[in-house]
């Protein structure tokens, strides 16, 4: 687990970590969010953001297009890039994946799934495209 | 492809691997060179800046338009973070505990 569970300055798991340049990597958490909000915000340094990027400047260039966003593997990036797509006023947003939770969370979230299968080798490969 | 590569060394490498291979063009087109070589095909590859985008999310977070606890899925406490962290979850976090709001900068380092 090292170095997620604390060597060098610490990290996710350890009780107390070390944040060099702090004043710079350190945000501060909004007034008006309550205690749920800011809890989830543990996320938003890293996927929440990648979600957001996913979608956010394209829609800039395509305001109001309809976007496809296919889940296999990691699930929270690709639901947060639904939850930016629809606040950034995405026209349709569809959901292909081979996760029925996944696919009931994004229909949650307000995205069409789309029940899709993957179909995974029986092997391993030394060299794969896909993140499992 | 259209490439959000930045220029760091590991950057300019895969940038170079690529354009050795015929897969990308090595030095920078304007759009509309990009779109006549690929015109149907647009591919972004790159790593996120999180201090410049950050502000962005923050600001439709705070205006409840992206609501990131939704797509937590399982809620443990922290002393059971290092078990729970290896198993099945879309999003696991901690609960929530009303002090964490206006933690000083050394507690708020304690965030997952």
């Known amino acids: 687990m090292q170095p997620l569970s604390g060597v060098e300055y610490g990290g996710m798991l350890s009780d107390i970590v070390r944040v060099p340049h702090a004043a710079a990597m350190l945000a501060p958490v909004a007034p008006g969010l309550d205690a749920v909000d800011a809890v989830a915000l543990g996320s938003v340094s890293d996927n929440v953001l990648d979600g957001y990027r996913a979608v956010a400047p394209h829609l800039t260039s395509l305001p109001g297009a309809d976007v496809l966003i296919v889940c296999h593997g990691g699930q929270s990036v690709p639901l947060y890039a639904v939850q930016a797509a629809l606040a950034l006023g995405a026209g349709l947003v569809d959901y292909a994946s081979d996760s029925a939770e996944s696919l009931a969370l994004a229909e949650h979230l307000g995205a069409r799934p789309l029940q899709t299968n993957f179909e995974k080798p029986k092997r391993r490969y030394p060299m794969s495209l896909t993140r499992e | ?112």
């Open chain 2, 1 to 112: 492809m259209t490439p959000a590569v930045c220029g760091t060394p590991s950057e300019r490498r895969s940038r170079r691997h690529l354009a050795e291979r015929e897969l990308l063009p090595w030095r920078r087109r304007s759009d509309a060179a990009r779109s006549a070589l690929h015109p149907r095909i647009r591919f972004f590859i790159g790593r996120t800046h999180a201090a410049a985008l950050l502000p962005e999310v923050m600001a439709l977070i705070e205006q409840r338009r992206l609501s990131p606890e939704a797509v937590t899925t399982r809620v443990v406490e922290w002393n059971a973070a290092a078990a729970a962290y290896g198993e099945p979850a879309i999003k696991t976090r901690r609960p929530p505990n009303l002090s964490m709001v206006n933690a000083s900068s050394t507690e708020a380092a304690d965030l997952p």
